[in-house]
């Protein structure tokens, strides 16, 4: 019987007159990702297959912001209503985005086979160097949801070099505790897997009030054909370990993070901007898009990207959407809170390394 070979095929792309192997590979990498509007790719690493979409080109000397999903959803059911928004596409065309989906949540995805080993969220952290290695980028802004947020801090604890600022929303960086444990067994009890994913991305609130937005995600949930694959995520975030932040301590975040919602008792709050956004629930990025963008952009800013000059039909329209539905939390004096900076017109350019809170 014949027997099956693999074979290596290396593809010989000849050299242009005078141009050298790195300028080649450069040349070919800008061609692959000007090609990349929304272009899937899958890496091998050594936790399996992960898949990414590339929206933009890269600009010289820029970050690319990388996001990663929460669970039940993928990066497009979690992120698109925010990177569609109107007033996102002045900031977002100034960055390459690279949009993560966590395995087996890309759409289209087979269902794992029964007793497949679902990588723990640390090792989905781990994948992320192979992603960038394949891109050629050296940096990123992160922004993740969740188990999203989670990944991505423990991507920005392990390589902090390559991590220039962070947007956490909704980060729990504690394990499940007993009491957590033992209300999650009960609850998984008498509700489906797909209810306790609900729960866990909406408040009860939201879930009572059954607005459209949740009618939709709900049956999105309920019916995806993956839903044994979103278990195995839903089951690898339950059993994540406690990100050990210390305030002051050698485990902690080393770059501006802005952050939507609590964990403020975890980091350094000296630095710290306030701004309370009222009623936006457990996805601001699905309900809240123009509020975050505001905040995001201003975020940016005090990073040193987007200078005011570019900012022309978002810096003119701004302060209402912040102000009227913002509350300030005047009880943390040594915050800073956006919305001072912004109805005073000037930017909240803090130093970097800087915490902005935006809780919900
Ligand atoms: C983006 O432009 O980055 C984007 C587009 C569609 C869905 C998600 C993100």
Redesign the pocket.
Known sequence: MAELQEVQITEEKPLLPGQTPEAAKEAELAARILLDQ?QTHSVETPYGSVTFTV??TPKPKRPAILTYHDVGLN??SC??PL??FGDMQEI?QNFV?V?VDAPGMEEGAPVFPLGYQYPSLDQLADMIPCILQYLNFSTVIGVGVGAGAYILSRYALNHPDTVEGLVLINIDPNAKGWMDWAAHKLTGLTSSVSEMILGHLFSQEELSRNSELIQKYRNIITHAPNLENIELYWNSYNNRRDLNFERGGDITLKCPVMLVVECNSKLDPTQTSFLKMADSGGQPQLTQPGKLTEAFKYFLQGMGYMASSCMTRLSRSRTASLTSAASIDGNRSRSRTLSQSSESGTLPSGPPGHTMEVSC
């Open positions: 929304g929206y933009g990066y497009k992120f698109q990177f569609q977002i985005r949009h």
